[in-house]
């Protein structure tokens, strides 16, 4: 099993840019699905994006759709949030996360879709 540990969040203003990233141990990377979700204080974590195996397969939160891009490195076992135009609304502990799959396009946006989640990133957009 990959264990996970993101970086790259921080304090910005809106309209700023920030890029996530998500470290994941172990050789069998490229055999995992994964997923950034987030949690707003006083609010239940909800799903922001995912990518397949493969990254052929991609999905987006419709509230981050055209503003957030998920990209992965299976060689350099590496998972990507690139999150633009930042809005504060956009402020919350980011997470990734992992689920081993056999089929190279599976992609998941629950909760329940994951049993692998590293620690969270904070990020905080100001206005």
């Known amino acids: 099993q990959v264990q996970l540990v993101e970086s790259g969040g921080g304090l910005v203003q809106a309209g700023d840019s920030l890029r996530l990233s998500c470290a994941a141990s172990g050789r069998t990377f490229s055999r995992y699905f994964m997923g950034w979700f987030r949690q707003a204080p006083g609010k239940e974590r909800e799903f922001v994006a995912t990518i397949s195996r493969s990254g052929s397969s991609l999905v987006y939160a419709h509230s981050v759709k055209g503003r957030f891009t998920i990209s992965r490195d299976n060689v350099k076992n590496m998972v990507y949030l690139q999150m633009n135009s930042l809005k504060p609304e956009d402020t919350a502990l980011y997470y990734c996360?992992?689920?081993?799959?056999?089929?190279?396009?599976?992609?998941?946006?629950?909760?329940?879709?994951?049993?692998?989640w590293g620690q969270g990133t904070q990020v905080t957009v100001s206005s």
């Open positions: 996360s992992a689920q081993q799959s056999v089929s190279s396009l599976q992609i998941g946006i629950t909760l329940d879709d994951y049993d692998t």
